[in-house]
């Protein structure tokens, strides 16, 4: 989505991730995951998530054209 709005023009001057990691959310608990690492709460095993892999070249500077 941002590749698509600074295409069409718009300056787009940062992001904020929200969230590194699946965490407690206030209102829904632990029921929904949203970071970019996945967090096992029983064994506490982080998983990098596809999106954690994508940020990371985008960061980088080699963000994928698709």
């Excluded at 998983?47 to 960061?59: N, Q």
């Amino acid at each position: 989505m941002c590749k698509k709005v600074i295409i069409d023009g718009i300056k787009l001057e940062g992001y904020f991730l929200w969230s590194i990691m699946d965490n407690f959310e206030w209102a829904y608990g632990y029921s929904k995951r949203f970071g970019l690492i996945y967090c096992d709460y029983q064994s506490l095993k982080r998983i990098p998530k596809d999106s954690y892999y994508f940020y990371r070249e985008v960061v980088a500077g080699h963000e994928p054209l698709e």
